[in-house]
């Protein structure tokens, strides 16, 4: 997945060393000199200003799954611009503030934000490299611990497991705190609603394909366990 950073500052550097750590290929447009990988790409700008549809036209934009804004708070017109163009390509696009102070503009422009924090850079990373469908969720939880939401897929080598059997404790140093799964309810007037029915969990209980589960571990614990959960039985 080709990732395109816009930015500069202590955020730029640490995300950029953990999504190649993570195996994405990342381009970086910056106006200042950063501490880099050497893997990473980088391109020296003399301003943000110089940042328009031609601009960005030229750098192949359309290549992008994803592009992350990253500057200072005294160029906030310049990052709601760049942002305007590349969620008008279609590409899906967030911007890291420093504050709060500018979030209502860009929800107005339908922009995703987030508020800089220590705890972001995995969260971010999480959401570009996991499959959307089996990771719906993933956030800090509490210190070094995050907790994510993940959907057993029908074809995994851990549907149909105990939890027992699926050893996520020994193996992935993960707890289930809550797993619920999907109930078909016929109404009155025929129709048909999906209801999530909370499951009681025990060592016995059975990881069955579509349920869904809410782990709490460290990072790592649940990036290998979602890689684990996709392959096929």
Do not use: C, H
């Given at each position: ?8 500052g202590e955020f730029v550097e640490k995300f950029v060393d953990k999504a190649i750590e ?67 390509e279609d590409i899906d696009t967030l911007v890291i503030l420093p504050t709060s102070r ?132």
């Open positions: 997945m080709r990732v395109l950073v816009i930015g500069e993570a195996g994405l290929d990342v381009y970086v447009i910056s106006s200042e000199d950063i501490k880099l990988p050497p893997a990473s790409n980088f391109e020296k700008i003399k301003n943000y200003g110089v940042i328009d549809e031609d601009f960005l036209e030229n750098r192949d934009i359309p290549s992008f799954e994803k592009v992350i804004i990253s500057i200072p708070e005294g160029n906030i017109a310049e990052a709601i611009s760049i942002a305007s163009i590349t969620k008008k500018y979030e209502n503009i860009f929800d107005t422009l339908g922009i995703r934000t987030l508020v800089l924090t220590v705890e972001i850079i995995p969260k971010v990373i999480a959401e570009i490299t996991f499959s959307k469908d089996v990771v719906k969720n993933i956030s800090p939880f509490f210190e070094d611990l995050f907790i994510a939401q993940i959907s057993i897929p029908p074809n995994s080598k851990y549907s149909n497991l105990t939890i027992k059997e699926a050893k996520l404790r020994e193996n992935f140093g993960l707890n289930i705190v809550v797993a619920y799964d999907k109930v078909v309810v016929t109404l009155d007037n025929g129709s048909i609603k999906v209801l999530n029915s909370r499951i009681n969990i025990t060592p016995l209980t059975v990881l069955k394909p579509g349920m869904n589960i809410v782990v709490v571990g460290d990072f790592e614990g649940i990036k290998r366990f979602i890689t684990e959960v996709n392959r096929e039985s």
